[in-house]
């Protein structure tokens, strides 16, 4: 048997952690320029467990909130503690690239 997977287009890959799942649906928390809250409708392309690749919703730049609070809202400022680094509250979207065409054969 053989199977050809192409990937049609580029996905981000981002923690599970930063995922909110609510009656609109999946969505994460952004940071905008403007250090306010953005909460951006995605969809996942694929669930790896500890990662999850999204396919559309976040730009490869965008600057999300890795375990947002419970009750975080669109406009809500966000400020890191002084002496903070911030690496436990910020987590950059990584872009993978497409894997263009792969073959698997089994028997």
Do not use: H, Q
Not at 20 to 48: C, E, M
Not at 53 to 80: C, H, K, Q, T
């Amino acid at each position: 048997m053989r199977f050809d997977l192409r990937s049609t287009s580029a996905s981000l890959s981002i923690p599970a952690s930063a995922l909110i799942f609510d009656s609109r649906g999946a969505r994460v928390a952004t940071i905008g320029s403007d250090n306010r809250v953005a909460l951006k409708p995605v969809t996942i392309a694929r669930d790896l467990g500890d990662v999850i690749e999204i396919s559309s919703g976040l730009a490869a730049n965008d600057r999300i909130i890795d375990s947002p609070p419970d009750g975080v809202g669109a406009g809500d400022p966000v400020r890191n503690r002084p002496g903070s680094t911030g690496a436990g509250m910020l987590a950059a979207a990584s872009l993978k690239a497409p894997a263009g065409a792969r073959t698997d054969e089994t028997k």
